[in-house]
T-cell receptor, first 114, second 113 residues
Framework: EAQVTQNPRYLITVTGKKLTVTCSQN?????MSWYRQDPGLGLRQIYY???????DKGDVPEGYKVSRKEKRNFPLILESPSPNQTSLYFC?????????????FGPGTRLTVL | EDKVVQSPLSLVVHEGDTVTLNCSYE??????LLWYKQEKKAPTFLFML????IEKKSGRLSSILDKKELFSILNITATQTGDSAVYLC?????????????FGKGTKLTVNP
């Protein structure tokens, strides 16, 4: 089954404790992306990657890191989380956003930083 | 700065009504416009639009793009309670050789029986 998986699905942590949210897709997609969704602000792109070893900043990259060492995985790293990073995070993948008409979203990770 | 604005932000209708959701955009290098439906989970894809004036249709939903006036509309006819969701518009733009997505804040549609 074609899917994007994220782990963990829910996480409560404390300020400053490094964490990683994993994202994996099984569709051999080139393009992967991370978003955060906050009430009243919609979905905002954090980072995206056109292919292995190629990553670019989206609209809200501050406080986040990513890596793309393999095509299927695109982890999101918060080196020193802060309360303003409390949000719902989605990972997504597609061939390319405009070449294909489907971007597959993961189920979301709800992160709370105390 | 790239911008996508959706209107209205929320809408309440009765079953059977027809609704029109709007999406206007300002981006430097437009590639395509996407519509998604989001219920209480991850967004699901509805349409991708790249050319002006060509309507995309799927059942009771349809959408069209106007690249001259920089907007798109999503129409839903004969609405049902199952259409209640947040509808998201996103624009793909080219930046430095990469493809970037910018989402609007969404329109929350509530369909009452």
């Amino acid at each position: 089954e074609a899917q994007v998986t994220q782990n963990p699905r829910y996480l409560i942590t404390v300020t400053g404790k490094k964490l990683t949210v994993t994202c994996s897709q099984n569709m051999n997609h080139e393009y992967m992306s991370w978003y955060r969704q906050d009430p009243g602000l919609g979905l905002r792109q954090i980072y995206y990657s056109m292919n292995v070893e190629v990553t670019d900043k989206g609209d809200v990259p501050e406080g986040y890191k990513v890596s793309r060492k393999e095509k299927r995985n695109f982890p999101l790293i918060l080196e020193s989380p802060s309360p303003n990073q409390t949000s719902l995070y989605f990972c997504a993948s597609s061939l390319w956003p405009s070449v294909t008409d489907t971007q597959y979203f993961g189920p979301g990770t709800r992160l709370t930083v105390l | 700065e790239d911008k996508v604005v959706q209107s209205p932000l929320s809408l309440v209708v009765h079953e059977g009504d027809t609704v029109t959701l709007n999406c206007s955009y300002e981006v430097t290098n437009f590639r395509s416009l996407l519509w998604y439906k989001q219920e209480k989970k991850a967004p699901t894809f509805l349409f991708m639009l790249t050319s002006s004036g060509i309507e995309k249709k799927s059942g009771r939903l349809s959408s069209i793009l106007d690249k001259k006036e920089l907007f798109s509309i999503l129409n839903i006819t004969a609405t049902q309670t199952g259409d209640s969701a947040v509808y998201l518009c996103a624009v793909v733009s080219i930046e430095g050789g990469s493809e970037k997505l910018v989402f609007g804040k969404g329109t929350k549609l509530t369909v009452n029986p």
